[in-house]
């Protein structure tokens, strides 16, 4: 059976990132066919699997760029908020199951380096996001958005 399906794929839309009126449409396309269709579609999959589960839970990795206007991120910010939106109604819809979309907040990946490769700021290690991961399938709290750094902090 299937009683966890995580979604950590993600696709920025241009590389490095451009404001707006640069942003490619297909870019575009392929963040939103990346970061949300693709969601949906392993939701879709699994969906049966999670809700016999005793315990069946969804966990998407979202972004704070969701819910921030920060510039040159919209097309990646617009397909996170997506993400965001189709987890709510899927939390909505499916009352069983816990679905969890989580902003793992600022961290030093891949994605990151080829959104602004010229930052050199440091960044925390991707590893430090799991204790928030962990306290979630642990505590099981109510399905919703929360952010990581929050989790480790004990607060929502």
């Known amino acids: 059976g299937v009683d966890l399906l995580v979604g950590n794929a993600s696709a920025l839309g241009a590389e490095p990132l451009v404001r707006l009126e640069e942003l490619p449409l297909d870019g575009l396309r392929r963040a939103l066919e990346v970061n949300v269709v693709a969601a949906l579609g392993l939701v879709q999959e699994s969906l049966a699997l999670l809700r016999a589960a005793p315990a069946g839970a969804v966990l998407a990795i979202s972004s704070d760029a969701a819910a921030e206007a920060y510039e040159t991120w919209g097309g990646y910010g617009a397909s996170k908020a997506a993400l965001d939106q189709l987890m709510a109604v899927l939390g909505a819809e499916e009352p069983g199951l816990r679905v969890w979309v989580v902003d793992p907040g600022d961290m030093a990946t891949d994605l990151y380096a080829a959104a602004v490769p010229d930052d050199d700021d440091p960044r925390p290690d991707p590893a430090s996001v799991v204790p928030a991961l962990l306290r979630l399938l ?14 480790l902090e004990g607060r929502r």
């Open 138 to 151: 642990d505590e099981r709290p109510a399905g919703g958005r929360y952010g990581a750094p929050a989790l």
